[in-house]
């Protein structure tokens, strides 16, 4: 982990920030259930909820066909 300035923490952070805001955005939009769970799930663990994200909405969209 070693050490992480603070512009390190402050863009890390806001990247974060960013896509959860994207992903209740968007769940929202498509109507994909509890879209600030998703939201939070993404923000605090985005290298494991942003893909399981995406591939809820592929299930849900292939179930809505």
Same mark, same amino acid.
């Given at each position: 982990? !070693? ?5 390190? /923490?402050?863009?890390? /952070?806001?990247?974060?920030? !960013? +896509?959860?805001? !994207? +992903? ?17 799930? +993404?923000?605090l663990l985005l290298?494991? !909820? ?6 809820h909405v592929r299930r849900v969209r292939?179930?809505?066909?």
């Open positions: 982990m !070693g050490n992480l300035s603070t512009g390190q /923490f402050l863009f890390a /952070f806001l990247a974060a920030a !960013g +896509v959860g805001t !994207g +992903v209740f955005f968007h769940a929202e939009r498509n109507k994909i259930q509890h879209p600030s769970a998703w939201a939070s799930f +993404v923000f290298i494991i !909820g942003l893909p399981a994200y995406a591939l292939i179930r809505r066909r």
